[in-house]
C-alpha cells in the first residue's frame, strides 16, 4: 500500500525549512499537522484559525511559535521627574499549613500530565497479523508497515501518549488515529473498523485504541506509521522483535 505525502512537503522538509509552509492545492489543516509532526490544535493555535480551519492555497502559515520579544519595564512619572520602577513588591501569599490546596495539587498533576517526555520509554506492536507491507524511501512508496488479520481485531497503541487526532479528513487513510509521543514522535493508525478513544485522551502503551477494518482501503488490514519531526521513518526500527 502506498500512502505518500505531498510533493511539496517533501521538498519542505529536503530545505530544511521548519518554520513556515506555504498551503498547496489539496491540503487541509489536518494533513499540515501530520506531515509536519503537529498537534492540528496548536497549528489553528498559533495561526489564530477557528473551526472549521478553512485554509486557501498560497496562504502562509506559521509551524512554531513566534519568539516573544521581552516587554520594556513600566516607567512611572511624577509632575516633575520619571524613573523606571523596577522595586515593586506584593506581600507573598500567606502559606496554608497543610500544603497545598485541593486545586493547586489538581492543576500542578495537570501541568506535569501535559509535559511530554524527552523519549519513547517502550515501543510495542500495534496489532498481531501478518505484515503484509513494508516501509519504503521511494518517493510513492510505502510510509510505514501493513498488518493484515481478521476485522475487529484489537490495536493497540505501540507507545504511551496523548491522542492528537480521531477521525477521516485525511483522505486515503480511513477512519484513523494519531498519537503523540514526544515532542518528536508520532504515530498514526489507519483504516480502523471503530474508534476506540477521544482526542485530547493520554494512553498507556498497549491499551486498546481501535479495532481492524478496512476503511479507505481494500483490505482489512492496519497501516501503522511513525513519524519523527513530521519525517517517515521505518517502524521496524523501532519495534522489539517478533517471537
Known amino acids: 500500500m502506498e500512502l505518500s505525502q505531498p ?5 519542505f522538509q529536503q530545505d530544511g525549512q521548519t518554520d513556515e509552509y506555504r498551503v498547496q492545492r489539496g491540503d487541509t489543516l489536518f494533513s499540515i499537522a501530520w506531515y509536519s509532526g503537529n498537534d492540528y490544535r496548536d497549528l489553528a493555535r498559533i495561526n489564530n484559525l477557528q473551526a472549521p480551519y478553512r485554509i486557501y492555497p498560497g496562504q502562509q502559515l506559521r509551524l512554531t511559535e513566534a519568539e516573544k ?3 520594556k519595564p513600566i516607567q512611572q512619572t511624577t509632575g516633575q521627574t520619571s524613573k523606571i520602577n523596577t522595586n515593586q513588591t506584593v506581600d507573598p501569599p500567606k ?3 497543610y500544603g497545598k490546596s485541593k486545586a493547586a495539587q489538581k492543576s500542578s498533576s495537570s501541568s506535569a500530565r501535559n509535559v511530554f517526555p524527552e523519549r519513547v520509554e517502550q515501543w510495542l506492536w500495534p496489532a498481531e497479523g501478518k505484515l503484509v507491507g513494508r516501509f519504503s524511501l521511494k518517493e510513492h512508496g510505502n510510509k510505514g508497515i501493513d498488518i493484515a488479520n481478521a476485522r475487529g481485531t484489537s490495536i493497540l497503541a505501540s507507545a504511551a501518549g496523548k491522542v492528537v487526532y480521531t477521525g477521516n479528513a485525511l483522505r ?5 488515529v494519531i498519537i503523540k509521543h514526544t515532542d518528536a514522535y508520532l504515530t498514526a493508525y489507519a483504516h480502523n473498523q471503530d474508534i476506540l478513544v477521544k482526542e485530547q485522551d493520554w494512553i498507556k502503551a498497549g ?10 482501503t481494500s483490505r482489512v488490514m492496519l497501516h501503522f506509521e511513525v513519524r519523527y519531526k513530521g519525517k517517515s521513518v521505518d517502524p521496524l ?7
Open 7 to 11: 510533493k511539496s512537503f517533501s521538498q
Open 95 to 97: 502559606k496554608q499549613a
Open 172 to 176: 486515503g487513510f480511513g477512519n484513523l
Open 69 to 71: 520579544i521581552p516587554s
Open 207 to 216: 491499551q486498546q485504541i481501535a479495532t481492524m477494518g478496512d476503511s479507505g
Open 237 to 243: 526500527r523501532f519495534l522489539p522483535d517478533r517471537k
